[in-house]
T-cell receptor, first 113, second 111 residues
Framework: ETGVTQTPRHLVMGMTNKKSLKCEQH?????MYWYKQSAKKPLELMFV???????ENNSVPSRFSPECPNSSHLFLHLHTLQPEDSALYLC????????????FGPGTRLTVL | GENVEQHPSTLSVQEGDSAVIKCTYS??????FPWYKQELGKRPQLIID?????GEKKDQRIAVTLNKTAKHFSLHITETQPEDSAVYFC??????????FGPGTRLSVLP
C-alpha cells in the first residue's frame, strides 16, 4: 500500500489558483503515469514518463503541466483549471512500459470551484 | 489505436453465485491483459493478468480466459462474497503501447 504515495489526498482550488500534485514511488520503477478518473471517463491516461523522459501526452490541455525530475518523483502542475477538471487524479508506476504491471497511488481528489 | 469495451457496466449477484465480466479489444498486437479491482474510495489494484501465450489463468476464486482469435477476454469470479463488491477494470496493451482501460463494471454482491 505504501509503494506509490500521492500528496495531497484532497485539494480544493479556485479557477485562478496554481497548485501542484506530487507522486512518489518507492518500488525502483522506471516508468510513471498520470491518470484522470471521473464518472464520465474512467481511467484516462494523461502523461507517461519513462526514465524521466515524457513518452506520451494524450492531448491534455496545457493547463496541466507534468514534471519528472527523477525516476522516483512525478509532479502535475495545475493552473487556471476549469470546474470540469474536478476528478480523482491517480499516479501509477511500472518497472517498464506497456506490458509491466502498473501500481497505483491512492489518488488526489481535486475539486475546482 | 487500441479500443477496449467492457460489459456489463453493472452487475448484481447473490452471495455464493458466480460473476462474469467480458472485455473485447481491437488491436491484434495487444498481448497483455490485466484486471484491476477498485473498491470504493481506494486505488485500483491488480487482481489477475494474462498474457497472450496462455488461454486461461486461475488464482483461487478468480480466473481469466483469453480468446485471441475473437479478441476477447473474461474475468470469472466464483463463490462471490460481499468483499468482492467493487468496480472492475480490464485493460489491454502490447509492446510499444500504453494501457487502454475498459470503462469498468460495478459489481454488487448481495448478502
Amino acid at each position: 500500500e505504501t509503494g506509490v504515495t500521492q500528496t495531497p489526498r484532497h485539494l480544493v482550488m479556485g479557477m485562478t489558483n496554481k497548485k501542484s500534485l506530487k507522486c512518489e514511488q518507492h518500488l525502483g520503477h522506471n516508468a510513471m503515469y498520470w491518470y484522470k478518473q471521473s464518472a464520465k471517463k474512467p481511467l484516462e491516461l494523461m502523461f507517461v514518463y519513462s526514465l524521466e523522459e515524457r513518452v506520451e501526452n494524450n492531448s491534455v490541455p496545457s493547463r496541466f503541466s507534468p514534471e519528472c525530475p527523477n525516476s522516483s518523483h512525478l509532479f502535475l502542475h495545475l493552473h487556471t483549471l476549469q470546474p470540469e477538471d474536478s476528478a480523482l487524479y491517480l499516479c501509477a508506476s511500472s518497472q517498464g512500459l506497456a506490458t509491466d504491471t502498473q501500481y497505483f497511488g491512492p489518488g488526489t481528489r481535486l475539486t475546482v470551484l | 489505436g487500441e479500443n477496449v469495451e467492457q460489459h456489463p457496466s453493472t452487475l448484481s449477484v447473490q452471495e455464493g453465485d458466480s460473476a462474469v465480466i467480458k472485455c473485447t479489444y481491437s488491436d491484434s498486437a495487444s498481448n497483455y491483459f490485466p484486471w484491476y479491482k477498485q473498491e470504493l474510495g481506494k486505488r485500483p489494484q491488480l487482481i489477475i493478468d494474462i498474457r497472450s501465450n496462455v488461454g486461461e489463468k486461475k488464482d483461487q476464486r478468480i480466473a481469466v480466459t483469453l480468446n485471441k482469435t475473437a479478441k476477447h477476454f473474461s474475468l470469472h469470479i466464483t463463490e462471490t462474497q460481499p468483499e468482492d463488491s467493487a468496480v472492475y477494470f480490464c485493460a489491454a496493451t502490447g509492446n510499444g503501447q500504453n494501457f487502454v482501460f475498459g470503462p469498468g463494471t460495478r459489481l454488487s454482491v448481495l448478502p
